[in-house]
């Protein structure tokens, strides 16, 4: 970065900032990884300088036949790991690529179906702020109190609304999605079964998670969570989608451009490319593999320190905690573990009684210390971390009053950012990392 540290120094300095911080913590955000440095490699190449709108041979620019063989590559790369006839591979992230999808397949007050953002579901699912709840008329589903896809409701549901399309697939849900269950309810009302697997990708290729591919019509994925690549989405229609609507590929394609985007980000199409190469490997099928046992490891720890677990436990990479039987709200919590040196976030729990800002559970996940070699035995201190850090703030309890609870808040984070033990954590945190390098 000789040149960066030349020109400006200031985001230089923030760069390499941001280069220890990420060093130095356990970065437990479950939708977060380390990608490798030929993925960030890629990202900074002059690939980021070329305008390319259009497909590859179909472009409204002239000079793009370079740029045509990266974006072939990137899709025969992952029509053949996932096993699909089509793909997209030029959604900017994974918001544009659900948009897409709706517009493809929706028109403007036509119903879909998804989960409850507070209940684990993601803000394209249908939240009513956001455009999948605004332009669509959006039915939600809920999870039962113990934070299982609630399946009676889903099927009562879509038989009363007749959904055109059904989204399933989440963002805060620890459980195994059981797609099958799904397709056999979106057959019943002819909806578009959409299976965003964002967060499980990485699962799903190292074959520790049950496949959408047989069921859904459609699947998006964004390539920067479990799947550890560049930020960015895949759009991929299945045999079972063009099936059912042999022109799905063509309404998705005309989504993107010109429904919703201009030219492609060519940069980060050639590094979902190298990502693609990388998931095939056998070594990314360990990584998936091992990044579920870390999480099993992790939740039967926290147990013993009598965490609460929605839905009792894990099954993929992520724990969701209900912090209320340690009277501690997830926003304490979080701000005491970062403290500490580690990286998770705050969350809602099933039919939690706290508004999001101060929901009263806690998110975490594997993927991102698994990249960095950690095992079972590793998560046993990550653990006791928690439980320690966690302890340091139990009479820290939020005030119910809103106005109140302002107050106390502001006098808490300060004395939490300062609580030596928490620090003394932060530090023994600091150590620990340096025998897991990041890539
Ligand atoms: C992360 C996520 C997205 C959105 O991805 P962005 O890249 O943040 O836009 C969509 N769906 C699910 C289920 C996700 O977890």
């Known amino acids: 970065m000789i040149n960066l540290k030349k020109t400006d120094p200031q985001i230089y300095e923030l760069v390499k ?34 305008y390319s709108e259009g497909y590859p041979k179909k472009r409204y620019y002239q000079g793009n036949a370079v740029v045509d063989q990266v974006e072939i590559i990137a899709q025969d790369r992952a029509k053949k790991l996932f096993g699909v006839p089509y793909v997209n591979v030029q ?8 948009n897409a999808v709706m517009m493809a397949t929706l ?21 009513p702020l956001n455009v999948s709840g605004t332009y669509y008329n959006s039915v939600q589903f809920q999870t039962t109190k113990d934070g299982l896809i609630d399946f009676k409701e889903v099927e009562e549901l879509a038989l009363k609304h007749k959904p055109k399309l059904i989204i399933c697939g989440f963002t805060a849900y620890p459980r195994v999605v059981d797609f099958a269950k799904f397709a056999k309810i979106a057959d019943k009302v002819g909806a578009i079964l959409l299976a965003d697997i964002s967060h499980i990708t990485g699962l799903i290729v190292a074959g520790v998670h049950p ?18 690549g560049p930020r960015g989405a895949l759009i991929m229609v ?3 989608g063009l099936k059912k609507d042999p022109d799905l590929g063509k309404k998705i394609d005309s989504a993107i451009i010109p429904g919703l985007q201009g030219g492609p980000h060519d940069n980060q199409t050639a590094a979902i490319a190298v990502c693609l190469k990388e ?33 009792g436990g894990s099954d993929n990479h992520l724990i969701l905690i209900d912090l209320r039987n340690k009277g501690v709200n997830g926003a304490v919590a979080a ?23 101060f929901p009263s559970g806690l998110r975490l996940g594997t993927p991102a210390i698994t990249t960095r070699g950690m095992k079972e035995k590793e998560m046993k201190h990550v653990a006791a971390w928690i439980h320690h850090a966690i302890e340091e703030v139990e009479s820290l309890a939020l005030p119910i009053d ?23 954590i932060a530090k023994e945190i600091k150590s620990f990392c340096v025998k897991f390098p990041v890539p």
Do not use: C
């Open 211 to 228: 496949s959408p591919f047989a069921y859904a019509h459609i699947v998006t994925t964004t390539t920067h969570k479990t799947l550890r």
């Open 402 to 424: 809103k106005e109140e609870r302002k107050g106390v808040w502001k006098e808490y984070k300060g004395d939490i950012i300062k609580n030596k033990n928490l620090l003394k």
């Open 17 to 50: 900032a941001e280069e220890r911080r990420q060093k130095d913590v356990l970065e437990m955000i479950p939708s977060e990884n380390y990608t490798s440095q030929a993925v960030i490699e890629t990202l900074g190449t002059v690939l980021t300088n070329k």
């Open 238 to 240: 299945t045999d079972k």
């Open 107 to 127: 028109k403007p007050g036509d119903t879909l179906m998804g989960l409850k953002l507070a209940f684990g579901g993601h803000l394209t699912h249908g939240l």
């Open 335 to 357: 701000l005491a573990l970062e403290t500490a040196g580690i990286v998770a976030n705050k969350n809602g729990v099933p039919f939690d009684t706290m508004p999001p800002f």
């Open 91 to 98: 959604a900017y992230s994974g918001s544009p690529a659900n």
């Open 279 to 311: 998931a095939s490997t056998a070594s990314f099928k360990k990584y998936g593999e091992q990044i579920v046992k870390n999480t099993k490891a992790l939740a039967e720890a926290l147990h013993t320190y009598g965490f609460d677990l929605v839905s």
